[in-house]
């Protein structure tokens, strides 16, 4: 298989506090993985490419400030949302390339966060 | 830069029935891969089918296949047979090679409704 877990599944939080959202590969090792947004009913919007042991490639218009993304391990990658504000309510999506395998992505469950 | 169009906004088919989604997209690219993803409401992201440019032949997996054209740029998916929990959103995507860090394009999606 190719497993990518997600955690949380959801998460309510207030205004100009701060959230992190987990993404691992649970049977593969992961060297690129790429964290999406999604609003409802709308396709997925890239926001970066995590590559582990380096930092992240943020695409045009996304605040890496904003979005800390960390990916420190092989199975591991993590998007914080600092300060976030009801604006950054979304769906949170991350997907992980295997190492060494072929260029398909496998997508995590994703995480809904509500900022109130 | 790639582009993906999915003109079609919603479908809808008969239980039992064939249905077919379209997609193009541009590209200067010779060598990439198309791919359809499926997001039911659970909002899980499943690969459907994957298909890579150099193959003439075009990519079945069970119920679902795909009509490649690579000169018109058109790579639609047919769906026999359709089934209850064929209901979901539809994705199709497109990959540019080589690369690590090689990017997924999305198109819009169509959300496909199957009656009973």
């Known amino acids: 298989g190719a497993v990518v877990s997600q955690h949380p599944s959801w998460v309510i939080c207030k205004s100009g506090t701060s959230v992190k959202i987990e993404c691992r590969s649970l049977d593969f090792q992961a060297t690129t993985m790429f964290w999406y947004r999604q609003f409802p009913k709308q396709s997925l919007m890239l926001m970066a490419t995590?590559?582990?042991?380096?930092?992240?490639?943020?695409e045009q218009g996304v605040e890496k400030d904003k979005f800390l993304i960390n990916h420190a391990s092989l199975t591991l990658s993590t998007l914080t949302v600092t300060s976030a504000h009801p604006e950054d309510s979304s769906f949170y999506i991350c997907s992980a390339r295997r190492q060494g395998g072929t260029d398909t992505q496998y997508f995590g469950p994703g995480t809904r966060l509500t900022v109130l | 830069a790639q582009t993906v169009t999915q003109s079609q906004p919603e479908m809808s088919v008969q239980e039992a029935e064939t249905v077919t989604l379209s997609c193009t997209y541009d590209t200067s690219e010779s060598n990439y891969y198309l791919f359809w993803y499926k997001q039911p409401p659970s909002r899980q992201m499943i690969l459907v089918i994957r298909q890579e440019a150099y193959k003439q032949q075009n990519a079945t997996e069970n119920r679902f296949s795909v009509n490649f054209q690579k000169a018109a740029k058109s790579f639609s998916l047919k769906i026999s047979d359709s089934q209850l929990g064929d209901t979901a959103m539809y994705f199709c995507a497109f990959m540019k090679l080589p690369g690590a860090n090689s990017k997924l394009t999305f198109g819009k999606g169509i959300t496909l409704s199957v009656r009973p």
């Open positions: 995590s590559n582990e042991g380096s930092k992240a490639t943020y």
